[in-house]
């Protein structure tokens, strides 16, 4: 977990609310990832950055937003939380060349009741 | 801590003996491979990786075996501890790009 931060750790929400995860390095890695992990399945990439502003979609990316403002900083948000979104979330970030090592953060419990 | 796997293969080794643990590939194209091993509320932590090129790598106590041919990938823990206790999985990448893969993983659990 090493220079990468994710805030908050825990969170309850109700359904219907918005909710923004944050992630921050200190790496100054290029490309910043964020996952969902759920029993049963592998890590699912929501979203990722390849830069200040450049973000794209992953696999499972409907009813989730980023924004990239600093190199440091990744936000998650979801716009309106539902119950499916109920999982942990994770940061992760790369040097950006091809095929670079992913590394994590720690993760963030997000309950949606 | 979360729970990041309620159903998964387990895999339980006597303390000091020596883990294999599997993981089977879907795409032939995918060219890089990651191990990781994520703790009870941790983050995944990176293990080792290996590219297609390769057949074996080493590290310290661990060994990653790839084979082509039946697209599987196998991670050797030598003379296993209690710290080693977690979930383990795979990472494949597809795309020659960010795009990676996770296997669901395999809980290794180290008896005393």
């Known amino acids: 977990d090493a220079g990468i931060t994710q805030s908050p750790r825990h969170k309850v929400t109700e359904t219907g609310t918005p909710v923004t995860l944050r992630c921050h390095q200190t790496?100054?890695?290029?490309?910043m990832y964020w996952y969902r992990q759920d029993p049963g399945h592998g890590l699912r990439l929501i979203h990722y950055s390849y830069g200040v502003k450049d973000t794209d979609k992953g696999e499972v990316s409907d009813g989730y937003s980023v924004s990239r403002s600093k190199t440091e900083d990744f936000l998650l948000t979801l716009e309106s939380a539902t119950s499916s979104q109920t999982s942990v979330y994770f940061c992760?970030?790369?040097?950006?060349?091809?095929?670079?090592?992913?590394?994590f953060g720690p993760g963030t419990r997000l309950l949606v009741l | 801590g979360e729970s990041v796997g309620l159903h998964l293969p387990t895999l339980s080794v006597q303390e000091g003996d020596n883990s294999i643990i599997n993981c089977a590939y879907s795409n032939s194209a995918s060219d890089y491979f990651i191990w990781y091993k994520q703790e009870s509320g941790k983050g995944p932590q990176f293990i080792i990786d290996i590219r297609s090129n390769m057949d074996k790598r080493q590290g310290q106590r661990v060994t990653v075996l790839l084979n082509k041919t039946v697209k599987h990938l196998s991670l050797q823990i030598a003379a296993t501890q209690p710290g080693d206790s977690a979930v383990y999985f795979c990472a494949e990448n597809r795309d020659y790009g960010q795009n990676f893969v996770f296997g669901p993983g395999t809980r290794l659990s180290v008896l005393p």
């Open positions: 790496e100054n890695h290029r490309y």
């Open positions: 992760a970030i790369s040097g950006g060349g091809s095929q670079e090592t992913q590394y």
